[in-house]
C-alpha cells in the first residue's frame, strides 16, 4: 500500500457544523480521542475532537512545544498517469511540471471563473502526485477532476489511511527522537519513513505557522502512532479549536469561510500560488481574470485586523464606511491567545486594505474599532533551509 502526506485544517465551535443530514462518521482514532476526554463535535461529516484541556490552554502549549491533531477528516488522494503533470495544470495554476520529486506546493482548484473550489497541498511522489484536500470539499473536489481529468489518469482516494499533524517548536526533536532521518526534511519537503515499525508518508508542513510535520498512515496503524508520539513529554493531543486559532494567528485562511467559489486568488492575497511560468503561460481555468486582477489590482482584498477592546468579532460582521454603509465583510475572527487581543480576517475595498489604515466592524447593532494589519500576526517559524538558526 502506498502512503500520502497532507496538510492544513481548522475550526471554531462557532464554525463547528455538519456538512449533510447524515449521521457524522467516525475517525479511526475516535475511541482514542475520547479516552483522553476530548469533547466530540460534529466537523465536516465526521465526529471529531474540537478541545481535551481548553482552547487557550492548548494553543499556548503548542506554540511553546509540540501538539498532536488528528486531521484523518481530510481527503488524500494518489493521482498518476500519462503526462498527469501537464493535465493537472489544467485544473491548478501552479508550475507542477516543475515540481521535484518529494517537493510540496500549495496550490488552489479553480473554475472556469477563476473562482476557488479549494486549496490544497500537493507532492510529487515518483510516479506520481499525492494531494491532500479539504474534508468538507474532499468528495466535490474528486468528482470535478475525475470529470476534468482525461481517463488515463488514474485517482485514487486513501480512505484507509488517517492523517496526523505533530505542530510545534519542539516538533522536530521529538519526531528526530523517533525516527532521526526525518531531521533531513526542511518545510515543504516529504518523504517515506518507518516510525515505531509503521511504515509512514510524512511532510514538513503544518497549518498553525510553526514548524512541524504530516504524518499518513494506514488507519490501523494511528493509534499506535498517536500513543507513541503523545508518550513523548513535549507532546499532547490538541483539538480542532486550537487549530483555528492558531491558523487565524498565522495568517492561513479556511475553504469556506475566508475563501469560496466566488473569490479569486488575487482577492484572497494568494498570488504567491500563481508561479512565474504560469503567469507567463496561462492556461489554467480563469486565467484571463485572473491575471487581469493581478495587473490592475482586485476590487476587494483579504486582510488581517486588530480589533480594538477584548471582545471578538466573528465571522459575519460587517465592514462599514464612515455612513455606516457596507463596504466589506469579516471571514474569520476570534481572540488571539499569543497576542491576547482579537484578531480578525475581512475583505475590504482595495482602498481600505493598506496596514495602518483605520476600520469600523457591526457585529449585531455594535461598532467596532479596528486597524487593517499585515498578516501573519504571529511570525511563521517553519523549517526552512537556509534559515538562520
Not at 485544473?91 to 515540481?99: E, M, N, R, S, T
Not at 519537503?189 to 515499525?197: P, Q, S, Y
Request: aromatic share 6%; glycine share 12%; with cysteine.
Amino acid at each position: 500500500m502506498r502512503f500520502g502526506k497532507g496538510t492544513r485544517l481548522p475550526v471554531t465551535e462557532a464554525n463547528v457544523s455538519e456538512t449533510d443530514d447524515l449521521p457524522p462518521q467516525s475517525l479511526p482514532l475516535d475511541g482514542w480521542h475520547r479516552a483522553r476526554g476530548a469533547r466530540m463535535v460534529p466537523f465536516a461529516g465526521y465526529q471529531m475532537p474540537i478541545q481535551y484541556e481548553g482552547i487557550i490552554a492548548e494553543h499556548l502549549w503548542t506554540r511553546e512545544n509540540a501538539g498532536l491533531f488528528d486531521v484523518s477528516h481530510m481527503g488524500q488522494l494518489l493521482i498518476s498517469g500519462p503526462d498527469v503533470d501537464a493535465e493537472l495544470e489544467k485544473l491548478l495554476p501552479a508550475d507542477v511540471k516543475g515540481l521535484g520529486v518529494d517537493k510540496m506546493r500549495y496550490s488552489l482548484l479553480l473554475n472556469e471563473a477563476g473562482g476557488i473550489l479549494d486549496d490544497l497541498m500537493l507532492t510529487r511522489q515518483a510516479d506520481g502526485f499525492y494531494m491532500v484536500v479539504n474534508g468538507a470539499t474532499k468528495y466535490d473536489d474528486i468528482g470535478h477532476m475525475r470529470e476534468h481529468l482525461p481517463d488515463e489518469i488514474t485517482l485514487n482516494h486513501l480512505e484507509e489511511s488517517a492523517l496526523l499533524a505533530l505542530q510545534g517548536p519542539k516538533a522536530g526533536e521529538v519526531l528526530a527522537r523517533i525516527q532521526p532521518e526525518v531531521a533531513r526534511l526542511y518545510f515543504m519537503e516529504a518523504g517515506a519513513f518507518d516510525l515505531g515499525g509503521v511504515p509512514a508518508w510524512v511532510s514538513r508542513s503544518g497549518y498553525t505557522g510553526e514548524d512541524g510535520f504530516e504524518i499518513s498512515i494506514a488507519a490501523g496503524h494511528a493509534e499506535k502512532v498517536a500513543t507513541l508520539l503523545c508518550a513523548q513529554p513535549e507532546v499532547k493531543p490538541i483539538g480542532l479549536g486550537a487549530r483555528d486559532s492558531l491558523r487565524l494567528e498565522a495568517g492561513l485562511p479556511l475553504y469556506g469561510h475566508d475563501l469560496d467559489e466566488e473569490t479569486t486568488p488575487i482577492a484572497a492575497d494568494l498570488g504567491f500560488a500563481l508561479q512565474k511560468r504560469r503567469r507567463e503561460e496561462g492556461g489554467f481555468p480563469g486565467a484571463e481574470r485572473i491575471l487581469l486582477e493581478r495587473e490592475q489590482g482586485p476590487v476587494l482584498k483579504r486582510v488581517g485586523l486588530l480589533v480594538e477592546g477584548r471582545q471578538p468579532v466573528r465571522e459575519g460582521a460587517a465592514v462599514v464606511d464612515a455612513d455606516g454603509n457596507e463596504v466589506g465583510k469579516v471571514t474569520s475572527g476570534g481572540f488571539s491567545p499569543s497576542l491576547e487581543r482579537p484578531i480578525a480576517m475581512a475583505y475590504v475595498p482595495a482602498a481600505l486594505a493598506a496596514p495602518g489604515t483605520r476600520v469600523r466592524l457591526n457585529q449585531r447593532a455594535k461598532i467596532f474599532e479596528a486597524e487593517v494589519a499585515a498578516m501573519p500576526f504571529v511570525p511563521h517559524r517553519y523549517h526552512r533551509k537556509g534559515a538562520a538558526k
